[in-house]
Nanobody, 116 residues
Framework: EVQLVESGGGLVQPGGSLRLSCAAS????????LSWVRQAPGKGPEWVSS????????RYAGSVKGRFTISRDNAKNTLYLQMNSLAPEDTAIYYC?????????WGEGTLVTVSS
């Protein structure tokens, strides 16, 4: 059974940093591309960043480029999102996503709140 478990969210002041983690199990982690997707209160899902199976190809949404860094540790079956210079508009539930043979898998998300 595929499982994705996000952690690391919380309350942070504007300008602060957080590091999200996504612990994965139930599939061959190092063989699949992964993404972070967020959903702000009252809004639809927004793709944030993706990383290919070995970390060689990385993409970011324009809204986070230069502030967020996606990475993965295939030995630990873990995906990361380092978020710096956080702003109130980054407030959202952040979800880890894995596309495995055409099927999307999601974690339950971790809430990030940016507020003074």
């Amino acid at each position: 059974e595929v499982q994705l478990v996000e952690s690391g969210g919380g309350l942070v002041q504007p300008g602060g940093s957080l590091r999200l983690s996504c612990a994965a199990s139930g599939f061959t982690f190092g063989s699949h591309d992964l993404s972070w997707v967020r959903q702000a209160p009252g809004k639809g899902p927004e793709w944030v960043s993706s990383i290919d199976y070995n970390g060689g190809k990385i993409r970011y949404a324009g809204s986070v480029k230069g502030r967020f860094t996606i990475s993965r540790d295939n030995a630990k079956n873990t995906l990361y999102l380092q978020m710096n210079s956080l702003a109130p508009e980054d407030t959202a539930i952040y979800y880890c996503n894995a596309q495995i043979y055409g099927t999307d898998y999601w974690g339950e998300g971790t809430l990030v709140t940016v507020s003074s």
